[in-house]
């Protein structure tokens, strides 16, 4: 209970007292779109970063060398908890932006630092405002933005047996031509989702597979990269569970 007091309080407290900061962020954007996006970045990064100080979480990061410094990418993982975001948001070298459900875009000052962090709100329910968001996510990486998307569409309540990824999913990075970074997370349920609403200790271990360059592949596996991307990201996963929590 006192692990999730302290991250529930930290986060709001930041959302209350950075409102002057994103005022002044509106008014300065136009006349220094790169600083202020960089600086929204860092801003969101160091409170996700207390976040997980707060709830006790020990990381271990693998293959982040595989990550490109220069160039904007598609980020695709599995999903059993918040906490991925949480993580893989403070893991990003540049600025990124996460698609996530359109329900988020109501939860007041939270929606504004979303904006901010270049997230794309996705509507499940509609096929027409989905492919919208699809788009909205394919320009943002064409402008140098890399994008955070998980394919099974929601958290995975059996961790161990991945949903299946949305081929829709794929569009960004065949579109943008920008590489697929897979990142596979292991045991970030154990944080919240196992025992909510408490947080606890836990170990997570997340992997970064190298860079997947759509325009490389053989026709019939660009026809079914969910599957391909799921089976790389499943092969990872039980290697990981195996060396780390068995």
Known sequence: MIRTILVLGAIILFLILTIPVLIVFHFLHGKYPEKIDLISLRMIQWILRVALFLSGTKLTVLGEENVPKDRPVVYIGNHT???????????????????????????????????????????????????????????????????????????????????????????????????IIPVTFVNSHAIYEDHKPFIRRAHVVVEYGKPIYMDTLDKETKKHMGTYVSGLLHETYEKNKAAYFS
């Open 81 to 179: 908890s918040y906490y991925d975001v949480v993580i893989g948001y403070t893991r990003v070298p540049g600025p990124t932006g996460f698609v996530t459900k359109d329900s988020m875009s109501k939860i007041p000052l939270l929606n504004l630092w979303m904006l901010r962090g270049k997230c794309v709100f996705l509507n499940r329910d509609n096929v027409k405002e989905g492919l919208k968001s699809i788009l909205a996510a394919i320009a943002e990486v064409k402008e140098g933005i890399s994008i955070y998307i998980f394919p099974e569409g929601t958290r995975n309540k059996t961790p161990d047996t991945f949903m299946d990824f949305k081929e829709g999913s794929f569009k960004i990075p065949e579109k943008s031509g920008a590489p």
